[in-house]
């Protein structure tokens, strides 16, 4: 979801940035936020606040961001450019579609709804229930829940955590440089495909 489908990184960097002020932390610019986010909310702030998790104050910035964020997830949250495009394009023809995320189930579950709901019916994020990327649970998950073999699946994301999933559940992927990571930093990390724009994902559909 983010960084592949919704650019995120503004409200996710406010929201941040809420939580330290609140503490008295330093701010950080929003090219440092971007290199923190697609592991989970956890390792995010443990990366943002000083000292990390052995900050006695780390537990209520945490907090903080959530509530903070849970209100403020959408004041400048947009689809990329061609993505609903893309879409729309999916739909059409028939593919069956889902979002996986390391973001927290509550937020990417009502991004999913105010943006995608005609077009993706199904949304899994992080919780108790089930294992984060880059372990295979969540997409494995997703293709049960979607009647679709791993041998079907196209697993599409920005990250090297995406990269990392699609591998472990043995699922194709391709990954996008329009996101979090760029391309240098994704082929780098071994990405097999790698796509500057949703109208050239199209190609590989």
Not at 105 to 128: H, M, R, T
Request: proline letters at 3%.
């Amino acid at each position: 979801m983010d960084g592949t489908l919704l650019d995120t990184l503004a409200d996710i960097t406010d929201s941040v940035n809420y939580a330290l002020g609140s503490l008295g932390f330093p701010l950080l610019v929003i090219s440092e936020i971007r290199n923190y986010v697609g592991n989970g909310v956890l390792r995010m702030m443990e990366l943002s606040v000083p000292g990390g998790t052995e900050n006695p104050l780390f537990n209520d910035a945490v907090s903080l961001f959530k509530r903070q964020y849970a209100e403020n997830c959408r004041n400048k949250t947009r689809p990329y450019d061609g993505i609903m495009e893309l879409l729309e394009w999916l739909l059409e023809r028939g593919y069956k579609t889902a979002v996986i995320s390391n973001k927290y189930d509550e937020a990417v579950k009502e991004l999913n709804q105010f943006y995608f709901s005609e077009y993706i019916p199904l949304a899994i994020g992080e919780s108790s229930d089930i294992k984060r990327k880059p372990a295979a649970d969540m997409l494995l998950t997703a293709l049960n829940r979607l009647s679709v073999t791993t041998e079907e699946a196209i697993y599409i994301g920005d990250s090297e955590v995406d990269i990392e999933i699609a591998k472990n559940a043995g699922v194709d992927c391709i990954s996008v440089a329009w996101g979090f990571r760029d391309w240098d930093w994704l082929a780098a990390r071994r990405a097999g495909k790698i796509v500057d724009s949703p109208g050239e994902l199209l190609s590989h559909l």
